[in-house]
T-cell receptor
Framework: AQTVTQSQPEMSVQEAETVTLSCTYD???????LFWYKQPPSRQMILVIR??????QNATENRFSVNFQKAAKSFSLKISDSQLGDTAMYFC???????????FGTGTRLTVIP | DTGVSQDPRHKITKRGQNVTFRCDPI?????LYWYRQTLGQGPEFLTY????????KSRLLSDRFSAERPKGSFSTLEIQRTEQGDSAMYLC?????????????FGSGTRLTVV
C-alpha cells in the first residue's frame, strides 16, 4: 500500500520569504502522480501543483515549485514570495496510475506572518 | 461552470438518524469521488464512480453507507443509523480520466456532526 508522510505538522514564514514543505512517500510502482493541494480555513481544497513521475523536470506554477527526487521518494513544495493568502493546510497526495483514489498525507499547517 | 457543489455545507444530526448528502460534479467530468476527512487528518477515500457505475469501495465504507450516481450526473451519499464516529467532513471530488491518471477537483465539503 502507498503511504504519504508529511513530517512537519506546522510551519510559519514571514511574508515575502520562501518556505519549503516536505513530503515523502512509499511505493513500489514506477509510474505515478504526485500532487500538492491547499486547503484554506473553512474553504475547499485547491490543486496547487501536479508532477508526473516519468517527467524528470520539476513542475512549476508561478510562485510554487516542487523538488521531485524519485530515487529518494521525496516531493517537496517550495513557495516563493509568500503571501498572506498562502495561509492554509497543505496536503501532499499520491496517485498510482493503476489506482483510482488519492492517498493523502496528514498535512502541514502553514501560517504566513505579516 | 461553477465547480463541484456540495449540499448541505453543515449537518447536525442525532445519533441513530439517517442523513443524505448531495454532490454536483463538474459537468464534463466522468469520474466522481467521495472522501472523508476527520480533524487533523488528510482525506481518506470512500468510493468512486465512473459515469453511473460505482467501481470501487473502500473498507471504510461500512454497510451503513450507500452512494449512488443515477444517470451519471449528481451523486448522493447516505449514512444510515449515524454514529458519533461518523462525525467528519465529507468531501466530493470530480475529475476527468486521461487513461494514465487524472487530477481531482474538490467541493467545499459537508461537515457532519453527530450528537
Amino acid at each position: 500500500a502507498q503511504t504519504v508522510t508529511q513530517s512537519q505538522p506546522e510551519m510559519s514564514v514571514q511574508e515575502a520569504e520562501t518556505v519549503t514543505l516536505s513530503c515523502t512517500y512509499d511505493t513500489s510502482e514506477n509510474n505515478y502522480y504526485l500532487f500538492w493541494y491547499k486547503q484554506p480555513p473553512s474553504r475547499q481544497m485547491i490543486l496547487v501543483i501536479r508532477q508526473e513521475a516519468y517527467k524528470q523536470q520539476n513542475a512549476t506554477e508561478n510562485r510554487f515549485s516542487v523538488n521531485f527526487q524519485k530515487a529518494a521518494k521525496s516531493f517537496s513544495l517550495k513557495i516563493s514570495d509568500s503571501q498572506l493568502g498562502d495561509t492554509a493546510m497543505y496536503f501532499c497526495a499520491f496517485l498510482s496510475t493503476g489506482a483510482n483514489n488519492l492517498f493523502f498525507g496528514t498535512g502541514t499547517r502553514l501560517t504566513v506572518i505579516p | 461552470d461553477t465547480g463541484v457543489s456540495q449540499d448541505p455545507r453543515h449537518k447536525i444530526t442525532k445519533r441513530g438518524q439517517n442523513v443524505t448528502f448531495r454532490c454536483d460534479p463538474i459537468s464534463e467530468h466522468n469520474r466522481l469521488y467521495w472522501y472523508r476527512q476527520t480533524l487533523g487528518q488528510g482525506p481518506e477515500f470512500l468510493t468512486y464512480f465512473q459515469n453511473e457505475a460505482q467501481l470501487e469501495k473502500s473498507r471504510l465504507l461500512s454497510d451503513r453507507f450507500s452512494a449512488e450516481r443515477p444517470k451519471g450526473s449528481f451523486s448522493t451519499l447516505e449514512i444510515q443509523r449515524t454514529e458519533q464516529g461518523d462525525s467528519a467532513m465529507y468531501l466530493c471530488a470530480s475529475g476527468p480520466w486521461t487513461g494514465t491518471g487524472g487530477w481531482q477537483t474538490f467541493g467545499s465539503g459537508t461537515r457532519l456532526t453527530v450528537v
